[in-house]
């Protein structure tokens, strides 16, 4: 077979292209869900015969081709769901567990019914945290529960993401918040999109991000706590100018414990800046894990929030991820900021660029080895980078909204402009290339260095 | 060539100042979604 090059090639063309376009039929029995993983190379389409399917509590209209690619979800029938779905992998679904009952939904739906019950008996709505350990359903919790809020009655809670690590509504490495107005986008892991110039098929959704800047809390704490006071006093005066929002409350998803500090004194700190009256952690009983942070936060919690500390099992469907799939999704944002999703897309702007023309500014990384010790009083300072192809090749830098030359503590925690990528650097003719989201001209503005990597 | 997304190219806003955001209302945001102009569908 191998004499026939021509015969081997047009079978491996026939195998994929019969794969993409076979249509497969599957059947959710009411109250079950299916687990899907389509990889970063492979897309997959699905379509709702009929049924009721939501995706993080937004259902899936019937009759709609919905599109995916690199992403871990899962579909959950609230009634038996008949559906018809393509790909260009022939097992997206994860094996021998895919269809599952959904043990947890109970919990969700209670948790819905009681923060609905504090919205309407009180103009200040409920602040509610969700915490628990790496993996255990926070992140999907948080999205369901923004969906609920939205889907029965005309609330519009505020959605705050305090893990830098993962994207929503914006690139990796910031903090947000986002008022939730209309439904999410089901097709999206960073579930749905910043605004745009135009009209988009799904409404558009406008955050207010604040950049760390750095991947680990570790990396700088005093700078995550700062980036987080910076978020909670512009959500405060939002909450004041904003009834309905204040009415709908917060609905704040966190890093994982593991990667606070032992003595938990972030989470004291979150608790007080977001005045939370709720907190919900996720821990299963039978996992030591769980067990041992429970023993921790279970005190704490209980003597900040009383009663309204709740814990409930993990999320029965998460799919065990690592940090590879974490990387592609972080890419995926980034990508998705400058050129858009299968939707809508959007036009970046490339240009060129000296190496005088760009103020970039770096927050300390106090884990970095090789650098200097950095004095205690020194740590929330920025550090100017010097350009060069090994400091900003393929980086991720944020614009702020302070000028060029403003002064270091005021760059530190400035409002977010927006994002440019710098896509080549040239030591000898000391110029770059770099990637606009917005046409024009780079505004005159301070940088801040990420530790984010793109590569097109 | 042409393509599905090709009229619904567009570019991304800059992000909100600090008291530009506190003062935003989510009502102004537009969708299509609503949208009953057959030239749009
Ligand atoms: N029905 C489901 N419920 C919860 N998670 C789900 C479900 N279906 C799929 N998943 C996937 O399980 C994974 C873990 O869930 P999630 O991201 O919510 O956990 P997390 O606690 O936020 O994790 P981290 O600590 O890393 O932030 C995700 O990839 C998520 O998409
Ligand atoms: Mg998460």
Redesign the pocket.
Known sequence: MSFLPGLVETTAVTDLYVDTNEVHREKIPQGT?W?IKVPADSKMTINIVSGIAEIFGTELANNVEYSFSNW???I?AVEEVHLEWKGSDPHPIVEDEDLISNRTAKYIYNLHFSLDKMRSTSFEGPNILVI?N???????LCRTLSSYSIKFKAYSPMFVNL?PQ?AVFSPPGCLSATPISDILDVELPIWGQSMTSGATALHTKQPILKLFGLEMIAENPQRYLQTMDSLASVINSRLEKDSLVQRSGCIIDT??LGQLSDDLHELVHIIQKFRINFVVMLADVDNEEDTATLEKVTPLAKSLVGDFFVKIPR?C???P?DDVYMRSLQRSSIREYFYGNPGTALSPFSLSLDFEDLVIWEPKNVLSNGETAVENNEILNLSQVSISPSSVQHALICITHQDKHAKQEDVANAAILGFALITEVNEKRRKMRVLLPVPGNFPNNACILTSYRYLE | GATATQKNIQSRNWFLRDEEWANFKDSIITSTRFNSDPDEN
């Open positions: 869900i687990k871990n979800f899962s959950y628990g790496k993996g255990s359903g926070k992140t999907a893990n993962e890093p994982p999320l469907g998460v799919i991820s």
